[in-house]
């Protein structure tokens, strides 16, 4: 299979800007109210995700032609992964359409085997093996994002960033 990049709007961030550096961090509309016995209750309005891009390469990322006004397609590198019981498990984000999620079961040893999944309408299924005592899941995710035009610095190299916020 071919290496993937990170993408925006449909342009490949390709391997000589750099190597890109990710974050990716929950944000969402929550607060914590406490009750009269001191105890919290955490009340949640929504949740999204935001993050980072950024590299430092031989040239730039060739993302100033993308229309920032509008929503754009991030498609991500850095994983996403949940561990549990199973054999179901929602995904906290939509996987990328160019790379099936996948998933490990781990035995008493403490060792981590691949195993087969499914995948459909944000739920993978990884069906029983024998002996396992839990399982990982993993997916690179795809977001829909509001971003800015990319800062750029310039010396020896072609230096630049991003920050995102999922639409």
């Known amino acids: ?95 990328r359409p160019d790379k099936a999620p996948w998933a490990f079961y781990q035995l008493d040893d403490e060792r981590w085997y691949h195993c087969a999944c499914s995948f459909a309408d944000g739920v993978v299924t990884v069906p029983p093996v024998a002996g396992a005592v839990r399982y990982q899941v993993a997916w690179l995710p795809v977001y829909s994002v509001f971003t800015d035009k990319p800062s750029k610095t310039q010396s020896t190299s072609h230096g630049w960033s991003f920050s995102w916020e999922e639409a």
């Open 1 to 95: 299979m071919a290496h993937l990049h990170i993408m925006l709007g449909g342009v490949p961030i390709v391997t000589h800007a750099g190597a890109p550096e990710q974050s990716e961090a929950p944000i969402g509309g929550s607060s914590l109210l406490r009750m009269s016995d001191g105890s919290g209750v955490k009340q949640q309005h929504w949740a999204k995700a935001s993050g980072s891009v950024s590299g430092n390469g031989m040239m730039p990322p060739g993302l100033d032609g993308l229309d920032y006004s509008l929503p754009l397609e991030l498609r991500l590198t850095e994983v996403s992964n949940m561990v549990g019981a199973g054999p179901d498990f929602v995904l906290t984000s939509t996987p």
